[in-house]
């Protein structure tokens, strides 16, 4: 009895530190800079090219377009991050365009309708508009840009006219792409971030949707996403 009423005693002395030990703890675990995030990102996109329809009216068919994303803080200002995304992109159907149009192309055995299946990955150092030395610093709104160099995969259907019938083909190209991508970003809690992102990939490739040559430039995806940040503990990873 004695041994038991010792052990009661010790444990009621000893319960006023144990709340000073966790909140020490939960200190000590907030001062540890979270300076690597990994990210989500789904949204819509389109892309530029000869048988999309006029982008400048946009007048183009729009896709489901995902991401996952890996960074790393390098200085106050900068990230680096490693981008690998998805997307789905449409012409237009061939009653879209003049029939002069289709006789061009038809002639020149170029694709009247294409659809696209790109998968993204790129490299790329972000900047941004307020600087922090760790996550607990950052502000409630930032805003941040970036460019970088990429590789794009896309595996596409492409449907051509010969000899007065329509015929579908696959093929599969890998191009390079600069990425130009920005946003802003929100702060929900300590270690989250909800943002709104835009990306414009300079592809070096006019041949993505099978048809080149009618419009100006090479084949730009473009897309939006809603994208959700965590800045994870590199001890622990993801908490």
């Known amino acids: 009895m004695k041994k038991l009423l010792s052990v009661i005693s010790l444990l009621l002395l ?3 530190l144990l709340p000073l030990r966790v909140s020490g703890q939960n ?16 949204g819509l996109g389109a892309m530029y090219s000869d048988n999309s329809g006029r982008f400048r009216g946009l007048d183009v068919k729009i896709g489901p377009a995902a991401s996952v994303a890996y960074g790393r803080k390098l200085h106050p200002h900068l990230d680096l991050r490693g981008y690998l995304g998805y997307q789905r992109t449409q012409s237009q159907d061939q009653d879209y365009f003049t029939p ?13 309708e294409s659809k696209n299946n790109l998968i993204f990955l790129d490299l790329m150092p ?6 922090s030395e760790n996550h607990t610093q ?5 805003a941040y840009l970036g460019a970088g160099l990429g590789l794009l995969l896309n595996l596409n259907e492409e449907t051509r006219i010969e000899g007065n019938e ?11 792409y600069v990425p130009v991508r920005g946003g802003l970003s929100y702060k929900l809690n300590l ?12 592809t070096f490739s006019d041949e993505l949707d099978g048809n080149v040559g009618f419009n100006q430039f090479n084949d730009y995806p473009v897309s939006g996403q809603l ?5 994870i503990n590199p001890l622990r990873g993801v908490d």
């Open 166 to 176: 329509t015929s579908s083909s696959n093929h599969s190209r890998i191009v390079g």
């Open 100 to 112: 002069q149009t289709i006789a061009s192309w038809e002639a020149n055995g170029q694709a009247i």
């Open 27 to 42: 200190f000590y675990k907030e001062k540890i800079s979270r300076n690597q995030y990994v990210q989500a990102g789904l």
């Open 138 to 142: 950052r502000k409630r709104l930032n």
């Open 191 to 202: 270690y989250t971030d909800i943002a709104l992102e835009g990306s414009l990939f300079l």
């Open 14 to 16: 000893a319960a006023p």
């Open 227 to 231: 994208v959700f940040r965590r800045y």
């Open 126 to 131: 972000t900047l941004q508009l307020f600087s």
